[in-house]
């Protein structure tokens, strides 16, 4: 047994070091090339955000060719990234990711401990592909399963916390919440949620002050709606033939998480079994994907994801 778990640990960290050798070849290449362009969106935002500038313009569009789709908090929480020089920048950025969704993997609860290596090597292909266009996704799949793996450790507040990061700056993060009715003291967790959502929500108040706080939601408001309206996006919601009701999408959205959470409490007796709240939040990650709006290609790292916690 310890022969196995030691071959397993070399062989985790085997392919840490080959993934981490790639994400830095990738990172050096689309930065020499200057096609870093997400990178060059989140930091210029976030520049333009601390300048007093609205990032979310047709302007911002133009000079950037893409959109910027993230929240004000974004801005707030990715500021000592965007002040770093734009050399080292995209390599603290895609690096730290790397290293972080990798972490997430390996300190899963012991019941994956005979699959770790198998998961992470996985999802190893679809990460790098990530790490090319140094998409936030990454953050987005870590945050569901460090948080997760609190919620197991009875880590309640800390969990909740990232899950209100996750929500606050990309929404996927805010299905998690539906896990917390299958740990202790469920309420003063979602009390927890409201609090956290409501400070988040409230940081971009350091730069414009709470006068300026509701117009800078709504500027980003507008963006999204603008930018529903232009893009083409890969989520089962425009698959043949669902695309020809794609008009009531929302309906179906709706209908669908509404099975999802009439399901789950109707299986309430199982709350307390690990592999029914793995199950849960596999189901969750696919979800947000497969009937998300928005989803594109890079996305489906975190349905992936969830489907090996699954």
């Known amino acids: 047994?310890?022969?196995?778990?030691?071959?397993?640990?070399?062989?985790?960290?085997?392919?840490?070091?080959?993934?981490?050798?790639?994400?830095?070849?990738?990172?050096?290449?689309?930065?020499?090339?200057?096609?870093?362009?997400?990178?060059?969106?989140?930091?210029?935002?976030?520049?333009?955000?601390?300048?007093?500038?609205?990032?979310?313009?047709?302007?911002?569009?133009?000079?950037?060719?893409?959109?910027?789709?993230?929240?004000?908090?974004?801005?707030?929480?990715?500021?000592?990234?965007?002040?770093?020089?734009?050399?080292?920048?995209p390599f603290v950025w895609n690096l730290t990711n790397y290293a972080l969704f990798a972490l997430s993997g390996f300190t899963l609860p012991k019941q994956y401990d005979a699959y770790k290596v198998k998961i992470f090597l996985f999802l190893l292909l679809i990460l790098e592909?990530?790490?090319?266009?140094?998409?936030?996704?990454?953050?987005?799949?870590?945050?569901?399963?460090?948080?997760?793996?609190?919620?197991?450790?009875?880590?309640?507040?800390w969990a909740v916390l990232l899950i209100m990061i996750s929500t606050t700056t990309k929404v996927y993060g805010i299905v998690?919440?539906?896990?917390?009715?299958?740990?202790?003291?469920?309420?003063?967790?979602?009390?927890?949620?409201?609090?956290?959502?409501?400070?988040?929500?409230?940081?971009?108040?350091?730069?414009?002050?709470?006068?300026?706080?509701?117009?800078?939601?709504?500027?980003?408001?507008?963006m999204l709606t603008q930018h529903q309206s232009d893009t083409f996006y890969v989520s089962l919601l425009y698959a043949y033939p669902l695309r020809y009701v794609l008009d009531y999408y929302r309906w179906i959205q709706l209908l669908t998480v509404g099975l999802v959470v009439v399901l789950f409490f109707c299986k309430y007796q199982r709350w307390g079994d690990f592999r029914f709240r793995a199950f849960v939040l596999g189901v969750l990650m696919g979800w947000v994907i497969l009937f998300g709006d928005s989803s594109e290609t890079h996305t489906y790292l975190i349905a992936l994801t969830g489907y090996m916690l699954w």
């Open 1 to 89: 047994m310890k022969s196995e778990k030691l071959t397993a640990a070399v062989n985790g960290r085997n392919i840490f070091v080959l993934g981490l050798l790639v994400a830095i070849i990738a990172t050096a290449l689309e930065t020499l090339r200057l096609r870093y362009m997400n990178y060059l969106v989140y930091t210029d935002s976030t520049l333009d955000f601390w300048n007093g500038i609205n990032p979310y313009t047709q302007r911002f569009v133009d000079e950037h060719g893409r959109y910027f789709l993230y929240t004000p908090v974004f801005s707030v929480l990715y500021a000592p990234i965007a002040f770093l020089p734009k050399w080292l920048g």
């Open 129 to 157: 592909q990530s790490i090319f266009p140094f998409q936030f996704n990454i953050v987005v799949a870590y945050c569901f399963l460090f948080a997760f793996t609190l919620l197991e450790r009875g880590k309640g507040f």
């Open 176 to 222: 998690e919440l539906l896990l917390l009715f299958c740990y202790q003291k469920p309420f003063r967790h979602l009390c927890y949620a409201a609090l956290l959502g409501i400070l988040l929500l409230m940081l971009p108040a350091l730069k414009t002050g709470f006068d300026g706080l509701l117009p800078c939601y709504e500027n980003w408001w507008n």
